[in-house]
């Protein structure tokens, strides 16, 4: 697609959830990767200041970049509020980013469109439960985790009964919406896709780290020192996991880019444990990372979420 830097490009960020300090730093980054790439009007729009919806509104911007995480910015908000305004933008639509952020409906798709997935028991606040009934059904080790939250936010690793009503007392903090879900034990791996219709899956990597899981200490640390390229599993084992992720893809109805969280277990099956629709965009994170090891750097990278926004936006206007 010629002649795309001239499109001038909203960034956003920031707003209101968990995930703020993170959001700046993605939008920060992905900002400074246009401007390398070529984009002569890049402007970096914080969602939660008081000119925002003015400033977004009447600038004449052509593309929106979403650099958003949790709460109003991955969850299909934005994406609507944007929507009205007629400004194509990155990454996924609105159904499909509520589905996805919302961990208990993509289970169910996921398992619709034969997509393993961990067992789980979604509760809401003010539920009776049982441990001893919950223990049954999940069993042991599990994670208790709100369903709509990112970035590792109330979520805690339960190894022993007596641990589970504080780990679920902690999650509803977070959310009126909870899961206990099983926890498998095996080998973590994400594969970040590429594409709107037609699917790429970049480079799976292994994520390795000696907290109870990818938590945030990890997550935001020196990525060579937790992420392994290519996983250390049988080939076969990670082209279905490639498989699975663009399935995910598809199944949500993601546009633009995705990355999908699996476990493997001992006998190689991959279970996917989400599917975030707005990968996180700091030097450290995932997505940018397995797309350096094909060859496509950031600023690359960053250009061609634009392409593929505005590939989707001309479609959407044609119909």
């Given at each position: 697609m010629e002649g795309i830097e001239s499109k001038k490009v909203a960034v956003l960020c920031g707003g209101w959830s968990d995930e703020r300090e993170v959001s700046i730093s993605s939008g920060t980054a992905s900002a400074q990767a246009l401007r390398?790439?070529?984009?002569?009007?890049?402007?970096?729009?914080?969602?939660?200041?008081?000119?925002?919806?003015?400033?977004?509104?009447d600038r004449g911007y052509d593309v929106a970049f979403v650099a958003l995480h949790g709460r109003y910015g991955e969850d299909g908000c934005v994406q609507g509020f944007l929507e009205l305004l007629g400004i194509p933008y990155t990454c996924s639509g609105v159904l499909a980013s509520a589905l996805a952020t919302d961990k208990a409906m993509a289970k169910d798709i996921y398992r619709e469109h034969g997509?393993?997935?961990?067992?789980?028991?979604?509760?809401?606040?003010?539920?009776?439960?049982?441990?001893?009934?919950?223990?049954?059904?999940?069993?042991?080790?599990?994670?208790?985790?709100?369903?709509?939250?990112?970035?590792s936010y109330g979520i805690t690793h339960v190894k022993e009964a007596s641990e589970l009503?504080?780990?679920?007392?902690?999650?509803?903090k977070f959310d009126t919406r909870i899961l206990v879900e099983a926890a498998v034990v095996g080998t973590e791996i994400t594969v970040p896709v590429l594409g709107n219709e037609r699917t790429q899956a970049?480079?799976?990597?292994?994520?390795?780290?000696?907290?109870?899981?990818?938590?945030?200490?990890?997550?935001?640390?020196?990525?060579?020192?937790?992420h392994v390229t290519p996983p250390e599993l049988p080939e076969d084992v990670v082209e279905r996991a490639k498989e699975l992720a663009c399935r995910a893809h598809q199944a949500l109805g993601c546009s633009g880019a995705s990355r999908s969280d699996f476990m493997v277990d001992a006998d190689g099956i991959p279970y996917i444990i989400e599917t975030n629709v707005i990968p996180g965009m700091t030097p450290q994170s995932l997505l940018p990372d397995a797309?350096?090891?094909?060859g496509?750097?950031?600023?690359?990278?960053?250009?061609?979420?634009?392409?593929?926004?505005?590939?989707?936006?001309?479609?959407t206007t044609q119909n």
């Open positions: 390398e790439a070529g984009f002569a009007q890049v402007d970096l729009l914080d969602i939660a200041d008081k000119d925002f919806v003015h400033n977004i509104a997509i393993p997935t961990p067992k789980e028991v979604c509760l809401l606040r003010g539920d009776e439960y049982d441990v001893v009934d919950l223990v049954g059904r999940v069993g042991l080790p599990c994670f208790v985790k709100p369903v709509s939250s990112g970035s009503a504080d780990a679920i007392e902690e999650a509803f970049l480079e799976a990597i292994e994520v390795r780290y000696e907290t109870e899981f990818y938590d945030l200490s990890v997550k935001y640390d020196d990525p060579s020192k937790h797309a350096r090891r094909m496509l750097g950031f600023p690359e990278l960053c250009r061609k979420l634009i392409e593929l926004a505005l590939e989707r936006g001309a479609r």
